[in-house]
C-alpha cells in the first residue's frame, strides 16, 4: 500500500502553526475556555485529515489492485508486441507471487492506523489528572502519579481512586475524554458491560453501536501509545462476546483490583459484634453440585447460615465490620472480609467437617486487633490493590513508582560507623522496604557510610547521604527525600530495636486510614486520634514549617 507523504513545506508550516499554538496557550495563562476550544479545533482538524487518509489509502488500494495491474500489463504486452510481450510470463508470474500483499480493506485500516498514529502521537496532556483527587484541596497536594481511564465500573473506581487518579470513560465523550486525561494506562473491565452500567452489552451484536465505539476507543488508546489492559472479572457467561476485545488489547489478566484497604479495614469494628455466621452473597444458580449441596445444608432449619442476598457494594465495608463470622465461596470476598477483622470460612470438604468449623468459630469471642493483624499484614504484603496496580504497570511496561502511596522515605542519623551499621542491620530485618533512604551524617565522610551501610539498600532503594547542617536534622533530611511520605528512624532504648513489621504496620494504617500522619497514642488502638507525636507522615509536615493544623491524625496499637 502507497499513501502520498506530506512535502516538507507542509511539514514545515505545521510545526510553524504548532509553535504559534503553544505560544498562544502560554500568552493565555491556562484559560479553560480557551483549552476547550483548542482541543475542539485540534480534533475536527484530526477527523478531517483521517478522512484524507482513508481516501488517499483507498485510491492507493484501487491502483494497486490485482486486476488493475493485470490490465496494464496486456496492455503494455499487446502495444509493444516484441519487447514487452516476450516479458509477459514473467510479468504474470511476478505478479501472482505478489497477489499475498495487503490491498483492499486491510490497507486501507493500516493506512488509517497509522495516520491516527502519526497524527496523535505526542498529545494527550493531564488537563482533568488532578481534578477530583482526594486531598486536591489542601496545600501539600501533590497529583497522584499513576492516571488511569478507560471503562470501568463504579466500584472499580471507587477501589482505584485512592491510589491512582480515575477518570471513567463513557460512550458519548470517550474520545474527548481519552484525549484530555492524558492516562497512563487504559483498563477495559468486563464487569463493566454488565446490564445497568453505560457500556452495557457492548459485546453483544445487538448493541453494535457501543461494541463499535469500544472498539474506536480502543483503537485511538493504541495510536496514542497508551497500554490497553483488557481486565477479566466475571465469568464469561455474564459478559459474552468479549473475546474480540481481549484480542485487541496489549495485555489480558483474569485477576481482580485487590482489595482496598482504604475501604474494607477494621477500623472502626467492635468486639460486641454478633457470631453468627453469614453468607454474605445471593446464591449463584451455576454453584457446582457439591458446593450447592453443602450451602443447601448450612441455609436450612434452625440455626443455620444466613443468607443476605445481593449487597450494594457502597454497603459491604460496613456490614463486614458488624459481623463476626461469615461463609463465602469467593477467595476475593474471603480477602475482604478477613481485613474487616471477620473470621472467615470457605465452603469445601465434607459437611460435617465444615459444620465443627462453624461450631467452634461461633463459640469464640470476635476477632481482637492483635489477631486481625497478621491477616491485615498479608492481605496488605500481596493482595491489596496497591500490589495489582503495580503488577499491572509492570503488564503495560510502566515504572513502579507512579503507584506512589507506598513510597516512603526514611530519614536517619548516625555519628559513627557502629550506628551506620546498626542503621543498615535494622533496615534489613524489615519486611517492608523502602524506597529512599537519607541519611544525615555527623563526623563521618560520606565513604565511611557509604561502607557501613553495605548492602542496606535493597533493589531500587536510593540512598542519600548528606553532612550534618544544623539541630533540627528531620527537617534538613525531609527537604531532601522526595518520597510523598516519611518516616523519621529515632534511636530505641537500650537492648531494644524496631520489630520487624515496623514500617509495614506503619504503611499499612496510613493505607487503612487514608490519613495524613500516623503514630502511637497510649490507649487509643486502631483508631482516629485528635493528637499523637507522627512517626509517619507526608514529607510536608516535617519540613522547616510543618504543623499538625488540618490533619488526619490515626493511631496504631
Known sequence: MNTVPPDDAALEAEDASAAGDGAEDASAGGD????????RLARTLRDTRLQLAMTQARLSALEDSATLTLGRTLVRAARRPWSRGVQLPVDLIKLWRERGGLTGPGAAA????????????????????GLGAP?????????????ITGVLSGESCATLAPDAAVHPLLPHDADVMLESTGADLIL????????GSAWAYAGDPAATDRGRRLGRLIAAARALGKPVIFVRNVPAHLAPGLDWVAASCDAVTDDGLGVQLARFNP?????????????????????????RALLDSLTGGAG???????????????????????????????????????????????????????AAARAEQPRSEAETFPELREIFTA???????????????????????RQIAVLARVEDTAGAAALAASLRKQRFAPAELVVVVAGLSDDSVATALGDAAGPGVTVTAVREAGADWISQAAKIAYSPWVVPWRAQPQGRDHHDSYLLDLVCARECAQADAVGYAPGAGYAYVTSLDPVLARREYFGPSGSDGGLRLFSIS
Open 135 to 147: 486531598g486536591a484541596a489542601s496545600a501539600g497536594f501533590s497529583p497522584p502519579g499513576l492516571v
Open 188 to 195: 477495559i473491565e468486563a464487569a463493566a458491560m454488565l446490564a
Open 383 to 405: 493482595h491489596a490493590t496497591p500490589v495489582r496496580l503495580a503488577g499491572l504497570a509492570r503488564l503495560a511496561g510502566l515504572p513502579d513508582h507512579l503507584v506512589t502511596g
Open 304 to 358: 443455620s447460615v444466613a443468607v443476605t442476598g445481593e449487597i450494594a457494594w457502597r454497603l459491604r465495608p460496613a456490614l463486614y465490620r458488624e459481623h463476626a463470622l461469615f461463609i463465602t465461596v469467593s477467595l476475593d470476598q474471603s480477602r475482604e472480609q478477613q481485613a474487616c477483622g471477620a473470621r472467615v470460612i470457605m465452603v469445601a470438604g465434607e459437611q460435617a467437617r465444615l459444620r465443627e468449623q462453624i
Open 32 to 39: 479553560p475556555v480557551l483549552a476547550a476550544e483548542r482541543d
Open 267 to 291: 477500623i472502626g469494628a467492635t468486639g460486641q459484634r454478633p457470631t453468627d455466621p453469614v453468607y454474605a452473597s445471593p446464591r449463584d444458580p451455576r454453584e457446582p453440585p457439591a458446593v
Open 110 to 129: 493500516l493506512a488509517l492506523a497509522s495516520a491516527q498514529l502519526n497524527d496523535l502521537a505526542g498529545v494527550g496532556e493531564r488537563f482533568l489528572s
